[in-house]
T-cell receptor
Framework: DGGITQSPKYLFRKEGQNVTLSCEQNLNHDAMYWYRQDPGQGLRLIYYSQIVNDFQKGDIAEGYSVSREKKESFPLTVTSAQKNPTAFYLC?????????????????FGAGSRLTVL | AQSVTQPDIHITVSEGASLELRCNYSYGATPYLFWYVQSPGQGLQLLLK??????LVQGIKGFEAEFKRSQSSFNLRKPSVHWSDAAEYFC??????????????FGQGTELSVKP
């Protein structure tokens, strides 16, 4: 079955360490996204990518970095510069926006990764 | 400013009772509207979406939502709630085709509890 796989599901980090969250999709979607979820705040966009080798900052990109070397993969690195990294991180994907109609903007989500800073 | 407001943080209903979750949005262009559901510790699943046409849209699991442009609202309804509907529900608004990709704006979420 097609879908999005996020790993690890749970991750613990010591202060000052960088960590990388994996996101892989086999839906043949062009666009991929990273959201951060905190209790009572909904989802906030960190980064998104609409094509391989290109990505844009979302609303809360500071302290995070991404890469998009392959269509299927969009890893997120939480750097030591992120002051409050403890959160639930969600990866999502959607079909290309160009020329898309009913499928446009319909996000498919992974199961999430919970990061805790010790 | 673009925003989505879900006025109710937490709602409790009895099993078998009807449900309405409220969603109001502020958006400069024609909005595309969505409702997603999230079970604890899981990702989000699409319940339904509105792009155009009939303002009453049907979704999965017996849910429906009505788009009211004059009220900038997109409320979610279900005639009879089941215990398995207990979850968190998110309303979201997105840009039209050709605009900034799938940059959805999400509401804060409404947590639904179901009493037996």
């Amino acid at each position: 079955d097609g879908g999005i796989t996020q790993s690890p599901k749970y991750l613990f980090r010591k202060e000052g360490q960088n960590v990388t969250l994996s996101c892989e999709q086999n839906l043949n979607h062009d666009a991929m996204y990273w959201y951060r979820q905190d209790p009572g705040q909904g989802l906030r966009l960190i980064y998104y990518s609409q094509i391989v080798n290109d990505f844009q900052k979302g609303d809360i990109a500071e302290g995070y970095s991404v890469s998009r070397e392959k269509k299927e993969s969009f890893p997120l690195t939480v750097t030591s510069a992120q002051k409050n990294p403890t959160a639930f991180y969600l990866c999502a994907s959607s079909i290309s926006q160009v020329g898309a109609l009913s499928g446009a903007n319909v996000l498919t989500f992974g199961a999430g990764s919970r990061l805790t800073v010790l | 400013a673009q925003s989505v407001t879900q006025p109710d943080i937490h709602i409790t209903v009895s099993e078998g009772a009807s449900l309405e979750l409220r969603c109001n949005y502020s958006y400069g262009a024609t909005p595309y509207l969505f409702w997603y559901v999230q079970s604890p510790g899981q990702g989000l699943q699409l319940l339904l979406k509105y792009f155009s046409g009939d303002t009453l849209v049907q979704g999965i699991k017996g849910f429906e939502a009505e788009f009211k442009r004059s009220q900038s609202s997109f409320n979610l309804r279900k005639p009879s709630v089941h215990w398995s509907d207990a979850a968190e529900y998110f309303c979201a608004v997105g840009p039209a085709i050709g605009d900034q990709g799938g940059k959805l704006i999400f509401g804060q979420g409404t947590e639904l509890s179901v009493k037996p």
